[in-house]
C-alpha cells in the first residue's frame, strides 16, 4: 500500500517537555527526537498500537517485538489520523500474513518433517500473528473468514514449541505407511521401528545412535537410496563420510548391491569419501597440490627424519640434551596420590630406564642414577649389602646405589621436611627403618649418604648429592655430551623419545594447537615441565612443516586441515544437501571442523550423524567422544533415533555387556533387545590354570576350542585380546586354525564371530584393562577423556564382548585379576563362573597383604616355581611356599603365616637375618637357631631360648 508519511507531533507543552514525534510510513513507523530516528518495521509490530486520550493531548503505546513503546503529549486529531492509517494497513496484511503462515505450516511442518530451523522462524511468526489478529483486534475491526479460519488453524499448533513433537510423529506415522513397501524390501529383512525412524526422520541435524549389531550400515544405506526414491535429493547432493578405506568400500559394496535391487537410482550412487579423501578432492578442486608427503607415507623415512632433527638439536646444545634426558619420563610426585594403589596403578607398567641401562623404581632414583652416570660415579643399583641383617622387620636390607670400589652408600627417602610420607606408608615405622639403617652403617664402619624427597621438590635434589660426594671424598669426571648422547642412544632413550613426539606431532596438528595450546593442556593434566615440553614440540613442529614446504606436499593431517580452510574461505562451495557421517563417536577435532565448515558454508544441508557412545575407542587418533554425548552443545539441536535390537547376539551377552557398559554415567542409557532370547548364561569365566599349577593361557584356550570343534565343527571361533602378543602366543599353541580368528579388541570393530574366546583379562603390561593410555604426554594432549575410571577402556571391552553371536568365553587370571574381574563376579553382570579359583576364599589365599591391588601368582625360576606380587616391581613381596598345603606364606617381624585360612602354618624367622629358625638341640636342652648358621657364605649364628611350644 502506497500513501505519503503521516506525521503526529507533540502538542506546544510537549514540545517544550521535549516529546517525540511519530512519522508512519508504508513499512515503519519513524519516532523521532531531534536528528535522532528510531525505526519500527511494521511487520515486527505484535499488537495494534494502543491510543489513549486526555484533556489537552494523546499517548500512542507500541508493541515492538523487542520493547514497549509509549508517546506521550501527541496532537489528538493528528494521532487520530495516525492510528486509523495505521490500523488499516496491518488489517490490510492480515489476510496475505494469514495464508502465507498456514501455507507454511502445511509445506512444511504437514508435509515434510518440522526442522528446528523452521519451527525457530514460524513460532514467533504464528505468535504476532495470532497476538495482533485475534487478541489485539480493535472491536471497530473485523476480518474475513478466510482469515479467521487460518488463525483458528494457527492457534492450534501454538505455542510450537509445544506442538512439535505431535506434528512431527503425525508425518512420521504417514511417511511409515506411505513408505512402508521401500522400507520393508530395501534390506535382506524388513527394518525394525526404530531404523525405519531413522531412516524417514530429516531435522536440520539427525543423531542416529546405534548399539552394537542394530544395523547402522542398514541405515545409512536406507536413508541415502530413500533420499534418492522421494525425490528429496539427487545422489550427487549426497555425501557419506566414513570413518576409514575399508568402511567406505563396504557402504559403497552396499549402496551400490541395494541401488541395483531395488532400481532406485538407475545405476548412479551417492558420494562416499573418508575424511582424507574428501579432503584430497576439495584441495584438488581448489588448485592446491595434494601431493602426499613421503613422510606421512613411509614410516621409516618419517622416524628417520626425526631422529636426524633430534640428533643434529641434541648434539648441538648440551642443555637441549640435558632437558631432554629429564623429560624422559613426566616426573611424578608420590605424594600427590590419593592412594597407595593409585600410586601402585601408575608406576606398575612404567619402566625407569637409565642411561646406564637399568631399570630402577622411582622417579626420583633415575635422576640420581643418571647424575651419577654423567659425572662418571661408578655405581650399583640395589647391590646387596656387606651383611645380611635385616635392618627392620620383614625384608633384607639393600641400600639404593652403592658406590663402587667404595663403602659408600646412597639411600634416598621419600619423605618430606617433617618426616611425613606418601600416603599408604607409615611414617613412623619408615622413621623407625631409616634410624635402623643409620645403625647398621654405624655398625658395620660404612658411610651412608642421605637424600630425600623434600629435595626433589625444592629443586635441590643434584646439588645435595654432589655436596655430600664431594665432602666423602668422592671424585666427579663429568663425562661428555658425545659420550652422554651415546650412552642415550644406545639403551633406546632417542628412539623412544623419537616416538614420542612424533605421536605428539600427529595430536598437536590434528587438535590445531599452537605453543600456548600445548601448554594449558600439559598444565591441565599437571605435566611437570610444561613449558619446556610445549617448547621442544613447538619446534619440532616447525621443522616438520617446513620439511613438508620442502617438498610442496602434504600429511593426512594437511589434508583435512585445509580442506576445511578452503571451505571456510569459500574457495570451495559444497553442493551437498544432504551429509551422512557414519562412527561418529570417534569423529576427531580435524574432522569436525571441516564438517562444520561443510555445514556452515555449504547449501544449509542436513546432517546425520550414525555412531554408537558405548563404542568410542580411538580416542588415541584424536576421537573425541564429547561431541556425541554432548551433541547439542557442539552440534546444535536435533532428533535423537536409537537403535536398540539387535540381530547379533543373544539376551545373555546384550545383558552382560550392557549392564557393564552402562556404569558410566557419562553414555546414553539404551536397553537393547534381542532377537534371540536365552535363559542361561552364555558369558563363561574361566581362570588360566588348567593344570592348577601355572599359568597357561594356549593350553585352556586349546582346551574350549576343543569342545567348540566337538559340537559345532563348522562354527566361526574369535580369539580376541587387547595386545597382539598374547594372541601371538595363543596362535603358536593351536593346531587347527580351520574358520579361526585372531583379533584384537579395537581391530574386531565391526566384526562377528559364533564364538568368542577372551583372554589378557589380568593386569600388568600386556593386562586389560591397560592402566595407562600410551606415553602420559602424548595423553594429556589429546581430547578430554571422561573423569570414570577405565572409561575407554571398559567400552573396548563391551566391543569385544559382543562380537560373539552365541557363547563367549572370558580367560581370566584370578591371581593378577583385571580390575574388572570384580565387577564380572557380581551375581547382576550374569556371568556363568566355571573355576573356582575366582570364589572368594580362593582370591583370599593368594591376595598380598603389603599393596592394595597385588595378587601372589606362581612364577617361574631357575631354581623352580616361586611365588611374586603380580603388580611387579611396585611391590617386591617374595612370599615362601608353605610346606604343608603349598600356599602363599607371608613374612611378618618374626614368623611367616600361610595365607590360607584353613591352614595357617606358622614359621618363625631369624629377627637378624629372616631366614627360618631350626629347633636344635644343645647341651642345655633346646633352642631356636638360625637356619643360616654354618653356611659359608653370609653365616648367621642367631640363638633364642624357647619360652613357648612349637608350632
Avoid at 268 to 277: G, L, R
Avoid at 487 to 497: E, R, Y
Avoid at 686 to 715: F, K, S
Avoid at 797 to 803: D, G, I, K, N, Q
Wanted: glycine content about 6%; proline content about 5%.
Amino acid at each position: 500500500m502506497n500513501f505519503g508519511p503521516l506525521w503526529c507531533r507533540p502538542t506546544l507543552p510537549g514540545r517544550l517537555l521535549g516529546m517525540r514525534s511519530v512519522e508512519l510510513t508504508p513499512d515503519a513507523l519513524l519516532i523521532h527526537r531531534g536528528k535522532h530516528v528510531h525505526r519500527i518495521a511494521l511487520d515486527s509490530l505484535n499488537a495494534y498500537p494502543h491510543q489513549k486520550e486526555n484533556l489537552f493531548s494523546a499517548r500512542l503505546v507500541v508493541h515492538d517485538q523487542q520493547q514497549i513503546i509509549t508517546l506521550r503529549w501527541l496532537s489528538k486529531p493528528a494521532l487520530a489520523r495516525l492510528v486509523a492509517k495505521l490500523e488499516q494497513v496491518l488489517t490490510d496484511q492480515a489476510q496475505p500474513e494469514t495464508e502465507a503462515l498456514v501455507r507454511a505450516m502445511r509445506e512444511q511442518a504437514v508435509d515434510n518433517y518440522l526442522k528446528d530451523s523452521v519451527a525457530e522462524e514460524l513460532a514467533p511468526r504464528i505468535a504476532r500473528a495470532i497476538n495482533l489478529y485475534h487478541r489485539t483486534l480493535p472491536e471497530h475491526l473485523s476480518l474475513p473468514v478466510s482469515v479467521t479460519r487460518g488463525l483458528n488453524q494457527l492457534r492450534q499448533i501454538h505455542p510450537l514449541s509445544q506442538h512439535t513433537g505431535r506434528l512431527r510423529r503425525a508425518w512420521e506415522n504417514r511417511q511409515l505407511e506411505q513408505r512402508s513397501e521401500f522400507l520393508d524390501n530395501i534390506e535382506t529383512n524388513p527394518l525394525t521401528e526404530q531404523q525405519r525412524l531413522a531412516v524417514i526422520r530429516e531435522n536440520d541435524r539427525n543423531l542416529v545412535l546405534a548399539a552394537a549389531g542394530t544395523g547402522k550400515t542398514s541405515v545409512m544405506v536406507a536413508k541415502a537410496l530413500n533420499l534418492i526414491d522421494t525425490g528429496q535429493a539427487r545422489p550427487g547432493q549426497i555425501l557419506i563420510l566414513a570413518y576409514n578405506s575399508a568402511a567406505a568400500k563396504e557402504l559403497k559394496d552396499r549402496l551400490q548391491e541395494r541401488a541395483e535391487q531395488t532400481e532406485v537410482s538407475a545405476g548412479e550412487i551417492p558420494s562416499v569419501f573418508t575424511f582424507h579423501a574428501l579432503g584430497r578432492r576439495i584441495l584438488q578442486q581448489c588448485g592446491i597440490s595434494p601431493d602426499i608427503s613421503e613422510l606421512a607415507l613411509d614410516s621409516k623415512k618419517r622416524e628417520a627424519w626425526a631422529t636426524a632433527w633430534f640428533t643434529d638439536y641434541l648434539q648441538n646444545s648440551d642443555e637441549a640434551l640435558k632437558q631432554f634426558i629429564d623429560m624422559q619420563y613426566p616426573a611424578v610426585n608420590p605424594f600427590s596420590f590419593a592412594s597407595r594403589a593409585e600410586y601402585e596403578h601408575y608406576i606398575r607398567d612404567i619402566e625407569y630406564r637409565t642411561l646406564k641401562g637399568e631399570v630402577v623404581r622411582g622417579y626420583q632414583e633415575l635422576l640420581l642414577a643418571n647424575w651419577l652416570f654423567m659425572h662418571g660415579v661408578p655405581y650399583e643399583y640395589e647391590a646387596s649389602y656387606i651383611t645380611r641383617r635385616r635392618v627392620t622387620a620383614g625384608f633384607d636390607y639393600r641400600p639404593d646405589f652403592w658406590l663402587r670400589g667404595t663403602d659408600i652408600y646412597l639411600d634416598h627417602f621419600g619423605t618430606d621436611r617433617k618426616g611425613h610420607t606418601m600416603v599408604g606408608v607409615d611414617a613412623k615405622q619408615n622413621a623407625h627403618a631409616i634410624h635402623n639403617m643409620r645403625e647398621l652403617h654405624r655398625h658395620e664402619g660404612t658411610r651412608l649418604l642421605e637424600t630425600y624427597h623434600y629435595q626433589w621438590v625444592e629443586g635441590k635434589l643434584e646439588a645435595s648429592l654432589k655436596k655430600q660426594l664431594l665432602d666423602a671424598g668422592v671424585r666427579l669426571k663429568p663425562l661428555a655430551a658425545q659420550d652422554i648422547f651415546a650412552a642415550l642412544q644406545d639403551n633406546g632413550g632417542i628412539a623412544a623419545g623419537v616416538t614420542r613426539y612424533l605421536n605428539c606431532l600427529h595430536v598437536i596438528r590434528q587438535e590445531q594447537l599452537d605453543e600456548a595450546g600445548i601448554v594449558k593442556r600439559l598444565n591441565q593434566r599437571q605435566i611437570d615441565n610444561a613449558p619446556a615440553y610445549a617448547s621442544l614440540l613447538h619446534r619440532f613442529q616447525q621443522a616438520y612443516t617446513q620439511a613438508l614446504a620442502q617438498e610442496n606436499a602434504v600429511d593426512f593431517d594437511d589434508m583435512i586441515l585445509r580442506a576445511g580452510e578452503c571451505v571456510s574461505s569459500q574457495q570451495y562451495t559444497p553442493m551437498f544437501s544432504h551429509i551422512l557421517v557414519d562412527e561418529f563417536q570417534d569423529i576427531s577435532t580435524a574432522r569436525m571442523s571441516l564438517l562444520s565448515a561443510l555445514l556452515e558454508y555449504g547449501n544449509s544441508p542436513t546432517l546425520t550423524a550414525v555412531g554408537d557412545d558405548w563404542q568410542s575407542i580411538y580416542r588415541f587418533a584424536g576421537g573425541r567422544l564429547e561431541l556425541t554425548t554432548h551433541f547439542d552443545d557442539y552440534v546444535g539441536s536435533h532428533s535423537l533415533t536409537i537403535l536398540n535390537k539387535t540381530f547379533r547376539y543373544n539376551s545373555s551377552i546384550a545383558h552382560t555387556a550392557g549392564r557393564f557398559v552402562m556404569e558410566n554415567p557419562e553414555q546414553y542409557k539404551k536397553e537393547v533387545d534381542t532377537q534371540l532370547h536365552v535363559q542361561q548364561s552364555q558369558v563363561y569365566l574361566l581362570d588360566n590354570y588348567p593344570d592348577n599349577t601355572v599359568p597357561n593361557t594356549p593350553a585352556r584356550v586349546n582346551e574350549i576350542l576343543g569342545r567348540i570343534r566337538e559340537y559345532q565343527p563348522q562354527a566361526s571361533v574369535a580369539i580376541m585380546a587387547r595386545y597382539n602378543r598374547p594372541l601371538h602366543e595363543a596362535r603358536a599353541a593351536i593346531s587347527d586354525h580351520s574358520n579361526l580368528h585372531f583379533w584384537t579388541f579395537h581391530s574386531a570393530k565391526g566384526l562377528e564371530a559364533d564364538f568368542c574366546i577372551i583372554i589378557g583379562l589380568t593386569h600388568g603390561n600386556l593386562g586389560f584393562p591397560s592402566l595407562h593410555n600410551g606415553d602420559e604426554i602424548v595423553d594429556a594432549l589429546l581430547p578430554d577423556l571422561d573423569d570414570f575410571a577405565h572409561a575407554e577402556e571398559r567400552r573396548l571391552f563391551y566391543v569385544a564382548l559382543t562380537r560373539a553371536r552365541n557363547k563367549c568365553y572370558l580367560i581370566a587370571d584370578p591371581y593378577a585379576p583385571s580390575a574388572f574381574l570384580d565387577e564380572l563376579l557380581k551375581p547382576e553382570m550374569a556371568v556363568e563362573i566355571i573355576s573356582p579359583s575366582f570364589l572368594s576364599k580362593y582370591r583370599q589365599i593368594y591376595k598380598c597383604p603389603n599393596c592394595d591391588t597385588g595378587f601372589f601368582k606362581t612364577t617361574r625360576g631357575r631354581f623352580g616355581n616361586y611365588f611374586a606380587c603380580s603388580t611387579g616391581i611396585s611391590c617386591d613381596t617374595r612370599p615362601r611356599t608353605c610346606a604343608e598345603c603349598g600356599s602363599p606364606s607371608v613374612d611378618g617381624k618374626t614368623e611367616s603365616v600361610c595365607n590360607n585360612p584353613d591352614c595357617a602354618t606358622h614359621i618363625k624367622l631369624c629377627p637378624q637375618c629372616g631366614r627360618p629358625m631350626k629347633r636344635r638341640q644343645g647341651r642345655r636342652g633346646e633352642f631356636w637357631g638360625c637356619s643360616g648358621y654354618g653356611l659359608k657364605s653370609d653365616p648367621c649364628r642367631y640363638t633364642e631360648d624357647i619360652r613357648q611350644p612349637a608350632r
